[in-house]
């Protein structure tokens, strides 16, 4: 074979690897990666789980946008997996249907159903994403399938003594309201205690970047999602990141004396892609 042939032969070569290693990628990202399934669990450690909530479980999940890639056969799927971990309380932050989803009453029915059969030993709560705002059967949702909404109010969480545990929850940014404005209501409750209030303070948020406009150490755990971690996950920033999720994105970052955790999450948004970006659900467990 003469120079000029295998130097051509070698440039069709390498052009037919490239393209079948470019095509196995894409082929990975949307048959593959965004239809697994999987859990990130970390530890909480602080002295005052000692005796009270030690072993304490949260289980948080975000980001489903059903009606794309998840549908009631997936959905089910989430549901047995969080009952194998046996939580304690499981968390919603936001964007359970997706934006483009022809949402009916039946489809409504069965959300709630499959979702009522999360069990717990303490509770279930949800706030909302900026997607879920086109739906009104969002908050029928939440209520048929036995989460406490909590956006822009806070519950106490008990167990095995009469100390308890603040988790408060702020409504997506998307409805344009103050923060802090929501947050008034669980402040006063938390000014209201000269000694012997909540042990631990939990914030449900969907965006994680309006943590800069809070004052965060009025909670020692931030629970966020929103950001899908980047879904295409690739270098040089191509795809861009959403609005309310541009600086934190990442799973975790120590803000003052408040852990921030930013769910992965479960679905795909925009485009049916995921890339280095594994969907999946936290796990948070209590321990001194």
Do not use: C
């Not at 602080?46 to 980001?63: A, Q, W």
């Not at 969080?82 to 009453?105: E, F, S």
């Not at 009522?116 to 939440?142: C, P, R």
């Not at 795909?268 to 659900?281: E, H, I, W």
């Amino acid at each position: 074979m003469a120079k000029k042939e295998k130097k051509t032969f070698s440039i069709i070569r390498s052009l037919l690897t490239i393209t079948l290693i470019l095509a196995s990628i894409v082929a990975y990202s949307y048959f593959i990666e965004p239809r697994l399934l999987t859990f990130k669990e970390y530890p909480i450690k602080d002295e005052r789980f000692k005796t009270n909530f030690k072993g304490f479980k949260i289980v948080h999940i975000s980001d489903i946008h059903y009606g794309r890639i998840w549908n009631k056969t997936k959905l089910q799927d989430l549901v047995d997996s969080i009952n194998d971990q046996k939580p304690d309380i499981v968390v919603l932050t936001g964007d359970l249907i997706d934006k483009n989803t022809k949402m009916t009453a039946e489809k409504a029915d069965e959300i709630a159903n499959i979702l009522k059969g999360i069990n717990t030993t303490t509770g279930k709560y949800a706030i909302t994403g900026d997607q879920d705002l086109k739906f009104d059967e969002w908050n029928n949702i939440i209520a048929n399938s036995e989460f406490k909404d909590l956006n822009n109010t806070y519950d106490t969480i008990y167990k095995d003594s009469y100390q308890g545990i603040l988790i408060a929850g702020t409504s997506t940014a998307s409805d344009k309201q103050d923060i802090n404005d929501k947050l008034t209501q669980t402040k006063e409750y938390i000014n209201s205690f000269e000694k012997d209030g909540p042990i631990y303070k939990i914030l449900l948020m969907h965006e994680p970047d309006y943590i800069d406009e809070i004052n965060n150490n009025d909670f020692d755990l931030i629970l966020a999602g929103h950001s899908l971690g980047r879904q295409i996950n690739i270098p040089l920033n191509i795809f861009t990141l959403p609005k309310g999720a541009k600086k934190y994105y990442g799973n975790y970052y120590k803000i003052e004396n408040t852990d921030l955790y930013v769910s992965n999450g479960l679905g795909t948004t925009d485009y049916d892609f995921r890339f280095l970006s594994v969907p999946s659900y936290n796990i948070y467990r209590f321990s001194k």
